[in-house]
Every structure is written in C-alpha cells, then in structure tokens.
C-alpha cells in the first residue's frame, strides 16, 4: 500500500462583478484510492456544492466568489492499493466487447485528434502484437519524439500541435499518447494527479497529467512525460482531454496564482505503507474490473 499525504492551496483575485468557479481538486474515490481523511477550507463565506460523477469518480466542486482575495485549500490522506498485473497477459479488447463505458474514449476530441493520426500509427504501431505490450510501445514513442520544455506550450496545443513542434509538457505528452492509442482503436483517457517523484529541477511539485488506457478488463496507467512515479499518483480526474478535467474551470474576470502543492508519502510498516518505486508490472486504481461485452 501507498499513502499519500496532500496538500493544495490556489490563491485568485476575483473583481467586482465575482467570479463561478468548478474545481476538480477533491481526490477520486475507488476500490483502489481510499480517500482515509480529507479538508476543505475557502476563504470566502461562499456555499460549495460538490457532485460527483456516478462512473468516472471525479468530483467537482462549486462556488460563485465575491469580489477580493480567494483562497482555497484541499488536504487529504490518500490509501492507494494498486490493481497490479502482468504486462504480458493483458490483452486489447476489440471493439465489438468494448462495454458501453468506455466508447467515448475511441472518439477524437478537442485536444486529441485521432482521426488525423491513423496513418502514423498504423505505420509505427499496427505491425506489432496487440495487447499492454503494444501501448508500451506508444509510451515510448512518444518519450522519444517530445522533448519536456517547461512554458513551451498553452492552453490551446493540440495533439498535433505537440507531434509538429516536439516539444511540451506533461499535458502535451498525455494528450498525444491519447490520440496515438484512440487511433489504434484503443480507449485512452486524460488523467490528472499530481507529479510524485517529478524532478525539483523542473520546478516545485504541480498538478500532473498522465493516460489511462483501457487494456484486459481496466483502466492501466501510464505516464508519457516520464517525470513522475506512477505508483505515487493521485488521481483527480479523467476525461477525454484537458477540457474535460481542469483543475480550475473560472468564468469570470480572475487573477490566479501558480498552484501550491505538495504530495508526500507516509512510511508505515504497521499497516503496510511504503515509498512508491518504479515497477514493471502493470498498475491500476480503478478498482473492480469492468465487464466486457460478449
């Protein structure tokens, strides 16, 4: 097991006509991520409602902020019990016994245009034997063929934009290792967490942005940008691309500030805790297995 101390704090300037926000900063609850303890605290006397989604587990929370200074902060104890598997017996599930769920993650989306990378996976990845192996084999390409460059993106670089220039961050790997696979007719979603294990050399810890792959009969982690540890990630929220999953979605005129975070893991041979470590089994927090179609 792995436990996960968070801590998170973003701090906003609203003006005078306030400002909606919905936040997706709760950590989700699965089979695999017990969420032990958590704290919410907001600045503002201000209600805030949170809904959680029934399948994916993101939570969102909101608020509508008066105008000045708005703070909030999220700590949490997080228990993750990891699924792991062999890589070697997880094969591709066809689309024909795809449960209903997970359809709308073989589609394009805004930020990962599959449809216009067919060609370069099939040529790259259609020859090789189909299963986790071959979503490996995606990962790396995409570790070799992008250069991590802190501010080399924006809010709006594509999976295509990311292919042409090479360069990007945690967001830009995900999201071009997403459309490679969804092109390869395999599920693939847009993860965010935090960046666990990540090098102080990139910068103070971030939220971070991982993939999900539907493989065997689950959602499998994966993390094109290699900065971080997978064993270590929390999981915030999935979706189809970025759109989806910000952690900050702010309608309204705001001022933010970057982001304080800091994920720390606990040490507890009493119940069984460790440090999180790089590992070649295959590693899921998304709980019980999802029935496929037959």
């Given at each position: 097991m792995i436990r996960i101390e968070?801590?998170?704090?973003?701090?906003?300037?609203v003006d005078a006509q306030g400002a909606d926000f919905v936040f997706n900063i709760h950590a989700a609850q699965t089979a695999c991520q017990q969420v032990t303890f958590e704290n919410l605290w907001v600045?503002?006397?201000?209600?805030?409602?949170?809904?959680?989604?029934?399948?994916?587990?993101?939570?969102?929370?909101?608020?509508?902020?008066?105008?000045?200074e708005l703070n909030v902060k999220?700590?949490?104890?997080?228990?993750?019990?990891?699924?792991?598997?062999?890589?070697?017996?997880?094969?591709?599930?066809?689309?024909?016994?795809?449960p209903p769920e997970v359809l709308g993650y073989i589609y394009p989306s805004r930020y990962c245009q599959s449809d216009r990378l067919l060609k370069l996976a099939s040529n790259n990845f259609g020859h090789l034997?189909?299963?986790?192996?071959?979503?490996?084999?995606?990962?790396?390409?995409?570790?070799?063929h992008v250069a991590f460059t802190s501010n080399s993106s924006t809010s709006n670089t594509s999976a295509i934009d990311t292919l042409i220039g090479q360069v990007g961050i945690c967001r830009d790997f995900?999201?071009?290792?997403?459309?490679?696979?969804?092109?390869?007719?395999?599920?693939?979603?847009?993860?965010?967490?935090?960046?666990?294990?990540?090098?102080?050399?990139?910068?103070?810890?971030?939220?971070h942005a991982y993939v999900e792959v539907f493989v065997g009969d689950r959602w499998y982690i994966f993390d094109p940008s290699g900065t971080a540890i997978p064993?270590?990630?929390?999981?915030?929220?999935?979706?189809?691309?970025?759109?989806?999953?910000?952690?900050?979605?702010i309608f309204g005129n705001v001022q933010a500030h970057a982001?304080?975070?800091?994920?720390?893991?606990?040490?507890?041979?009493?119940?069984?805790?460790?440090?999180?470590?790089?590992?070649q089994q295959a590693l899921s927090t998304d709980g019980n297995p999802v029935r496929l179609v037959v």
């Open positions: 968070l801590q998170l704090a973003l701090n906003y300037q600045s503002q006397p201000v209600q805030t409602q949170v809904h959680t989604d029934a399948y994916s587990g993101n939570r969102y929370m909101r608020l509508h902020a008066q105008q000045g999220y700590v949490a104890t997080v228990d993750l019990i990891h699924h792991m598997a062999d890589p070697n017996h997880i094969a591709e599930v066809p689309v024909q016994a795809l034997p189909q299963g986790y192996g071959r979503v490996l084999a995606v990962r790396d390409w995409v570790q070799r995900a999201h071009l290792m997403v459309a490679l696979c969804r092109a390869l007719n395999m599920p693939a979603r847009f993860t965010t967490g935090t960046d666990y294990g990540a090098d102080p050399v990139l910068g103070p810890p971030d939220f064993m270590g990630l929390i999981r915030f929220g999935t979706g189809r691309d970025a759109a989806d999953v910000a952690f900050a979605t982001p304080v975070l800091l994920a720390t893991a606990v040490v507890n041979p009493v119940i069984g805790a460790v440090m999180p470590q790089h590992t």
